[in-house]
């Protein structure tokens, strides 16, 4: 076997145990977050700390197709939980069929991201919540109707001040959403049970790749921490031209054309299609990609080799 298939099959036998098992990312109802071993706590805002109504009204608003201006999809018609609040199609498909734009990202552990979509433009999750309700290609809709909305519903007014204090409008809305996800936490992967000392956790075949993921291969250049990801913007030369500007949409400057947030390789196991535009099935496709260096963009990471 040549040194370019051996670093590939360890690569992708460590990723596949460096994934959490799907059931680990789905929480029931909690009066407190559990927050994995290993993991730092949870910063929530103050005006918006977690609480199990705030949860139940969250989830619900998360899974109510009202958001959309047709009432056709909601958050979860796209970061589906048996995916790992992912979806399984390149580019989701927004109301009346529009075409999405970007893959959708998982939302595990989505609750330590510092910034949020590709070119890291949003500061909070409350924010993001807007990003798509307003979207053209995706809900096409106005907060300040679905609050209209939701306010003649009994049951909604209910929960909202139970919650809140307040009748449902686009404070409750946005916040109640992002105590949600925040929740979306996943640990406790044989990885991570290996790094706490339990040695036959790991294949040896995953440990072997777990040495040249750190080591030779380098992935943890970029996907490091307890997260698998250090946050930063990349170009990993997918194509020598792209569609999609990544970061220069938001900075204007050409040394972030089409660089984007590096993702959490958290449950990627679950998440295929795999980068910004779902160019890749599988991850053997990923791992390959990485092998032969990508191909020669301007702004490619000069660790791609």
């Not at 075409?99 to 609750?111: F, I, K």
């Not at 936490?185 to 790991?202: I, R, V």
Request: proline fraction near 6%.
């Amino acid at each position: 076997m040549n040194m370019k298939n051996w670093v590939y099959i360890c690569v992708f036998a460590f990723i596949g145990f460096a994934s959490c098992n799907k059931d680990q990312v789905i929480r029931t109802p909690i009066e407190q977050l559990d927050v994995p071993q290993g993991f730092p706590p949870i910063e929530f805002p103050e005006d918006n700390t977690y609480s199990l109504k705030r949860w139940e009204l969250g989830k619900r608003l998360f899974n109510d197709p009202i958001l959309s201006i047709d009432s056709t999809l909601s958050c979860g018609s796209c970061h589906k939980p048996h995916l790992a609040f992912a979806d399984d199609v390149a580019f989701s498909p927004g109301v009346k069929n529009r075409p999405g734009t970007r893959n959708a990202p998982t939302l595990t552990n989505v609750a330590y991201n510092p910034y949020f979509l590709s070119e890291g433009g949003i500061p909070t999750l409350e924010m993001q919540i807007l990003v798509p309700i307003q979207e053209h290609n995706e809900f096409d809709h106005n907060i300040v109707k679905i609050a209209e909305a939701l306010q003649k519903n009994p049951e909604y007014v209910e929960l909202s001040n139970e919650a809140y204090g307040r009748d449902p409008d686009h404070f409750v809305i946005t916040r109640a959403i992002a105590n949600f996800e925040r929740s979306m936490l996943s640990g406790n992967s044989p990885y991570d049970q290996f790094e706490k000392g339990n040695s036959s956790a790991l294949s040896e075949s995953a440990k072997r790749g777990k040495d040249v993921f750190m080591g030779k291969a380098n992935c943890g250049h970029c996907h490091s921490g307890f997260n698998f990801t250090d946050y930063s913007f990349q170009n990993n030369g997918l194509s020598e031209h792209y569609a999609d500007e990544g970061r220069m949409r938001l900075t204007l400057d050409s040394a972030d054309l089409s660089t984007f947030k590096v993702p959490t390789l958290r449950n990627v196991e679950y998440s295929a299609p795999y980068m910004h535009n779902g160019q890749f099935n599988t991850l053997e496709e990923v791992v390959e990609h990485y092998n032969t260096g990508g191909a020669d963009h301007r702004n490619k990471n000069a660790v791609l080799k």
